[in-house]
Every structure is written in C-alpha cells, then in structure tokens.
C-alpha cells in the first residue's frame, strides 16, 4: 500500500469521524424536536429519509474530498 493510499484513507477517516460526531449532536437535537413538537410518525419517517439521503451524499463527496485533499497536501509539500 503506498503513502497515497494511506493518506487518502486517512483523510477519508477523519472526515466521516467529525461528521459522526456532528450526526450525533443533531440526533440529539432531532429527539428534543420530536418530544416537544406534533410532527406525526409518518411525517417524522419522511423527515429521517430525506435527512438519511443528504448525510449519503454528504459523506460520500466529503470522504473523497478530504482524502484527495490530504493527498494534494502530501504531494506538493513532500
């Protein structure tokens, strides 16, 4: 495995870790919204898909985006 391939994978790492971290505070908040408000099951379920489908696309382009960035970084610097 070459020094890419790692940094690449660390960089993918770090960002999909502060995301989780990010994920989890918003779950937090989303379960105070929902105790507090009268959404019903059915528009809550819509809510978490769409929400599900954003957090998808957002760790998929980040992860290649801070891995290609590490890398990039590496490259020029080394």
């Known amino acids: 495995m070459s020094a890419s391939s ?4 660390c960089g ?6 502060v995301f989780s971290w990010f994920k989890a505070a918003a ?3 989303f379960k105070l ?3 507090t408000s009268s959404i019903t099951t059915q528009d809550s379920w ?4 769409k929400v599900f489908f ?3 696309l ?3 382009f980040g992860a290649l985006s801070i891995g290609i960035l590490f890398v990039v ?5 080394h």
């Open 6 to 9: 790692v940094l690449f994978i």
């Open 12 to 17: 993918a790492s770090t960002f999909l870790v």
């Open 27 to 29: 779950l937090q908040v």
């Open 33 to 35: 919204e929902l105790s």
């Open 46 to 49: 819509k809510k978490l898909f």
């Open 54 to 56: 954003v957090d998808l």
């Open 58 to 60: 957002i760790c998929i």
């Open 73 to 77: 970084a590496f490259n020029s610097f």
